[in-house]
């Protein structure tokens, strides 16, 4: 099926198959293709878009630039009459130092924001994905994993001992351990494969 030549937010979210909120995101930090109503996303642009900035360090350099840019023309561009939006910040007199400062102090802020909005929301897009997990999950399922392993380990010798006793034959001996091991590792194996697909269920 083919995809529209635009939609709408939630529209596009379906159709990328990502969360409405980080659609929202996205168009907050300028990686979706607009219409120039501004109400609707261009589906083929966007989608392009969002894979050239995948990379949240590329996107918010890519936002640092558009901040910079923002303050810079707003040292030379007043705004016009009725704007509402700027009313409380008067064109900056680039000849004021004290002015200057505070506009690049702005630009870094809004630029800071951006990137770290940027970071968030990949980061929910591949916990979305099950491509990332909280570190507090992970750790609960290494400390699950870490203790069912050391109680297979202390349970070999009242295992192993009965069988061991009876034998006299070393390489019998070394196979009856090896075994056990190997046992005790698949067990590991399985644990954490089994915390792997219930995450990411």
Known sequence: MSRPETAGFREFAALAGFKPSYVTELRKVGRLVLTDDGKRVRVAESLALIEQTRDPAKAGVAARHAATR?????????????????????????????QASHAGRRAKALADKAETDAKAADRDYRISLGELLEAAQVEQAARSAAV???????????TLAPQLSAMTDEGRIRVVLSEAFEHALEELARKFAGIARTEAA
């Not at 109680?151 to 010798?157: I, T, V």
């Open 70 to 98: 923002a303050a810079a023309a707003s040292t030379t561009t007043p705004s016009p009459a009725g704007d509402d939006s700027d009313a409380q910040d008067p064109p900056v007199d680039v000849t004021d130092p004290v």
């Open 148 to 158: 069912t392993f050391r109680g297979a380990l202390e349970n070999l010798p009242n």
